[in-house]
């Protein structure tokens, strides 16, 4: 019988600050594929599965939702349990996409509508420029360090999106 690796995800407690200033991921990569190409990887469960496991330690990970608003977003292993849940909270196909992201071992904190992870996609003359933000990370314990940690995935992440969009 197999053995299937569990993937590590960082528990998050939630702790608003209002003198603390917000604290987001915040990057940017230019696409040479249109936005509606980038859109499929970024929301296609075969496309979220070559680039999720980045936020697992590599083990096998997949996205899955309908992307319709309110609709469960789940991030899930390769048993199929599911790791970190969230929901869609804003969407413009091909242009605008945010859900939030809570581990499931956890409490579900209270966020803002900001909250989440954010894409951007803005297409020009065939290429796309895809801007990513994700937090807020102020109102957690630790935030910095969960921030520089969720910066590092992304530094590995945004390059596969762009590789396979451009395909």
Not at 60 to 69: L, N, V
Not at 71 to 79: F, I, T
Request: with cysteine; hydrophobic share 40%; net charge negative.
């Amino acid at each position: 019988m197999a053995k299937i690796a569990k993937a590590p995800v960082f528990l998050m407690k939630i702790c608003y600050n209002a003198d603390m200033p917000k604290l987001f991921v915040d990057k940017t990569i230019e696409i040479n594929a249109p936005a509606s190409k980038v859109w499929n990887v970024l929301t296609n469960r075969e496309h979220t599965s070559q680039w999720a496991p980045e936020f697992s330690g590599g083990a096998p990970f997949h996205i899955e939702s309908d992307w319709k608003p309110d609709s469960a977003v789940l991030w899930k292993d390769q048993g199929g349990n599911v790791i970190v849940e969230g929901n869609v909270t804003a969407l413009e196909p091909n242009k605008f996409l945010r859900f939030t992201v809570f581990d499931v071992r956890g409490e579900k904190p209270p966020v803002t509508e900001e909250d989440g992870i954010t894409y951007e996609l803005t297409e020009h003359t065939g290429k796309t420029t895809l801007r990513l933000l994700q937090g807020d990370f102020s109102a957690m314990p630790e935030g910095e360090k969960y921030h520089r940690l969720s910066a590092e995935v992304w530094d590995r992440v945004l390059p596969k999106i762009k590789a396979l969009a451009e395909k």
